[in-house]
């Protein structure tokens, strides 16, 4: 188990890195739904891929997060 200021001091960290991972999310999504009509399919594809592969990564963050406690 960890000393609780270093436990405090990792949960400010994932809170940040996840708080970075959703407004980049958010950006990629709002870029998909406002310009994907206009985009050229494979960058599209990209970014649609790209965009699940950070919500993966949200999911996982956050799983990591709730046991850092």
Do not use: C, F, W
């Not at 991972?21 to 790209?50: C, F, P, W």
């Not at 999911?59 to 990591?64: D, F, G, Q, T």
């Amino acid at each position: 188990m960890l000393p609780e200021a270093n436990t405090v001091s990792m949960q400010n960290e994932l809170n940040t890195i996840t708080s970075s991972m959703n407004e980049l999310s958010a950006r990629i999504t709002h870029l998909v739904e406002t310009e994907g009509a206009r985009m050229d399919g494979d960058v599209y594809t990209e970014l649609v891929a790209a965009e699940r592969t950070v919500g993966a990564l949200l999911r996982r963050l956050n799983r990591v997060a709730s046991r850092v406690k």
